[in-house]
């Protein structure tokens, strides 16, 4: 049995597909004498809905997931070296495509016959920043293989002048013109450390307003449907009354209509019995006069 094979099979599977597709593998290795197989197989754990959906488009979306695979390693080294430059181009670059390619992992899962709530939504988020902040997450999301959300707050760790201040005390006392290279060389540190800070927080504040205006055309597009629902509920109360007056109009006219076939059929009866009473005088009036 070709194991990776099965593998890519199964985590292309929708969550609720995976555990009986899995399962059925299994029995299978073990039919086959493979045990091997079947322990390497069993193993495989089911991949939470959102991780699931990252997967589905990183699958899906090859040049996109290369892209942002290539940005992960950018941030990461910007971090590193502390680049702030790099830093703040890679930053606002990436929650542009974290909301991006989340809002396309949902959309791939919804085609597929997967709705995605807000909630999970939010989850593909959080997986993606994990994939640029961690090699080992990215690696993972890479080959299609995520199994569970990072845990919330994953990502790159907010870098302050005051983290990298601290250094060994010397062992000797650096003469002045060496002391001014090093203070100089580290306010430039702390500069570049500053800057990088204000790349973090410039990215975090366009995140944040783009989160507000999202949340502000839901609120608009809220506020719409109430008014049609207030709308269709004054219509409909109006149909409401306008029945009930044609019912109690109706059930006048059938009051009156009644009213008059009981008059008709007692006329009816009166006329039968006064031409039943004719017909036997003429009758009698007949026999009288004989031959």
Same mark, same amino acid.
Do not use: C, Y
């Given at each position: ?10 985590y ?13 593998y ?32 990183s ?39 974290v ?9 791939? !899962?919804?085609?597929? &016959? ?15 920043? &994990?994939?640029?902040?961690h ?12 199994v ?6 994953v990502?790159f !760790? ?8 601290? %250094? ?26 500053? %800057? ?11 995140r ?8 502000? %055309?839901?609120?608009?597009? +809220?506020?719409?449907? +109430? ?20 019912k ?5 006219? !059938? +009051?009156?209509t &009644? ?7 007692? !006329?009816?009866?009166?006329a ?6 004719? &017909? ?12």
């Open positions: 049995m070709d194991v990776e094979r099965i593998v890519e099979e199964l292309g599977l929708r969550p609720s597909e995976f555990t009986a597709a899995r399962d059925a299994v029995a299978e290795a073990r039919k086959a004498k493979d045990p091997k197989t079947a322990k390497s197989i069993a193993a495989l754990r089911k991949p939470a809905l959102a991780a699931w959906a990252a997967n589905l488009l699958r899906q979306r090859p040049e996109e997931t290369g892209q942002f695979l290539t940005l992960g390693e950018t941030l990461r080294e910007a971090h590193r070296t502390l680049d702030a430059e790099q830093l703040r181009a890679a930053s606002r670059q990436q929650h542009q495509l909301t991006a390619l989340a809002r396309t992992a949902a959309a791939l !899962a919804r085609e597929a &016959g997967q709705p995605v709530s807000d909630t999970v939504l939010h989850e593909i988020e959080q997986s993606l920043h &994990g994939v640029l902040a090699p080992d997450v990215a690696e993972l999301w890479a080959k299609r293989r995520l569970k959300v990072p845990e919330a707050g990502g !760790a907010t870098v302050t002048p005051q983290a990298a201040t601290s %250094r060994p005390a010397p062992a000797k006392k650096p003469a002045p013109k060496e002391k001014r290279g090093r203070e100089d060389e580290q306010r430039s540190r702390d500069l570049e450390r500053a %800057r990088a800070e204000a790349a973090e927080t410039d990215a975090e504040v366009d944040r307003e783009r989160e507000l205006g999202e949340v502000q %055309r839901a609120q608009r597009i +809220a506020a719409t449907k +109430a008014e049609d629902a207030a709308e269709q509920v004054r219509r409909l109360e109006h149909e409401l009354q306008e029945a009930r007056k044609a109690l109009k109706a059930a006048a006219t !059938a +009051a009156k &009644g009213t008059a076939v009981t008059t008709a059929e007692s !006329a009816l009866r009166e039968r019995r006064t031409a039943e009473q004719a &017909g036997r005088r003429v009758r009698r009036l007949e026999q009288q006069a004989g031959p």
